[in-house]
């Protein structure tokens, strides 16, 4: 597609690379795929100091790998930006790993979990055109740091 940036294709093929095992692991047996998740989804989320250092050492060496690489393909996002897009990153996957029953529910059954593939591509896509999307503009985030002052003053 000639419309997206030059960067697109090799911020999708890290974001896969990041993105299947986790799943992929967490369907590799149906008896422990949700138990799997929920764990993951617990580890990733618990604030004790010893499971934050557990999850350091396993994790923080292919997240930081991860982040350098997108950090390369998002020479269009100023750090503040890039880091805050960074949630979405580790986020999209981490609900989609822990809870896709969730989802399910909420679609009242419309949406089905089975194609794991296709699940995969579709986070994918979304994660990277989130990532790829243009950086907001002076103007807008002067807009918003405007209305937060505001917001501050008056109590809210």
């Known amino acids: 597609a000639g419309w997206l940036p030059e960067h697109y294709l090799d911020t999708r093929e890290v974001l896969g690379a990041a993105i299947s095992p986790a799943l992929t692991a967490s369907e590799a047996d149906e008896a422990t795929a949700p ?54 990153v580790f986020g999209a996957p981490q609900l989609a790993y822990s809870s896709r029953n969730r989802i399910v529910r909420l679609s009242r059954g419309a949406f089905k979990p089975d194609d794991l593939e296709r699940g995969i591509l579709e986070l994918v896509q979304f994660i990277a055109a989130g990532l790829m999307a243009p950086a907001l503009t002076e103007p807008e985030t002067s807009a918003v740091a405007a209305k937060t002052r505001r917001r501050k003053l008056n109590g809210r």
């Open 35 to 88: 138990k799997f998740g929920d764990l993951l989804a617990r580890a990733l989320t618990d604030p004790s100091p010893e499971v934050v250092e557990a999850v350091d050492d396993v994790l923080n060496e292919s997240s930081l790998r991860q982040i350098r690489l997108l950090r390369q393909c998002c020479r269009h996002l100023d750090d503040q930006a890039f880091y805050w897009r960074l949630h979405g």
